[in-house]
């Protein structure tokens, strides 16, 4: 079983050209996500499955019906919202928000107000114009997590809840190596292997809830409120 954990503060990467992070801008976010559109749900919907339920379970559950989902992607996870709540999904891929678009048409999904191609460091959408936001799997994907996190506080009403669901760097082990090893190819893999909580948050104490999930853990899902 899976449950609360504590999450230490990032120690720093050893300064080593191999530990240095690659630098991620918008088209090669748009450039990797092209490519991986067609074979996404394929490739990365079975292990992320459980983390993504994880998530809208606990916006289900939560007070405030308009919700916006940040890097909705091919919408995996509309489906699995309640009824009463009414999405927002926005992405920087149209290709993504293609194959989510046939899913809300296929599925019926009344609830999905809109879906739009947008850049979730510099949003469209007025202050406090969400209840809540969610980003799953898309803090390791934007240039900058902080930038991500100052937006969705933004758009979310005074009260409101941040969730987001990552793959958090390992601190030690062969996880370690393989992540900072990976970290060079960034910019091809369209995200960062070597993303650290304090990439996001000042520290884990700005976190009303930080969870492990399945599978072993792989996935976090961190609770913070507006």
């Known amino acids: 079983m899976t449950g609360p954990v504590t999450i230490q503060a990032a120690r720093p990467l050893q300064d080593q050209p191999s530990h240095r992070r690659a ?8 450039e990797a996500y092209r490519r991986w559109a067609g074979v996404y749900d394929m490739v990365f919907g ?36 309640r009824a ?22 296929e599925q019926g999904l009344g609830n999905v107000e809109a879906l739009l191609e947008m850049d979730a460091e510099a949003m469209t959408f007025a202050d406090a114009s969400f209840d809540l936001a969610v980003a799953m799997f898309t803090a390791t994907v934007v240039p900058d997590a902080r ?19 990552n793959h958090f760097r390992a601190e030690r082990g062969i996880r370690w190596w393989a992540e900072r090893s990976m970290a060079p190819l960034a910019r091809g893999l369209g995200w960062h292997p070597d993303f650290a909580l304090t990439d996001l948050l000042a520290s884990a104490a700005e976190a009303t809830s ?7 853990g792989l996935f976090t899902l961190v609770q913070v409120p507006n």
């Open 23 to 30: 630098s991620l801008d918008a088209e090669a976010v748009r």
């Open 147 to 165: 930038k991500l996190l100052a937006e969705m506080r933004r758009v979310v009403k005074p009260g409101g809840q941040l969730l987001f669901v």
């Open 46 to 81: 079975a292990v992320s499955a459980p983390a993504r339920g994880r998530a809208v379970a606990a916006v289900n559950r939560l007070s405030g019906t308009r919700v916006l989902e940040v890097g909705v992607g091919t919408g995996l996870a509309l489906p699995l919202y």
């Open 210 to 216: 930080i969870e492990e999930c399945a599978p072993f």
């Open 84 to 105: 009463e709540k009414q999405v927002v999904g926005i992405d920087l891929s149209a290709e993504m928000l293609a194959h989510a678009r046939r899913r809300v048409a």
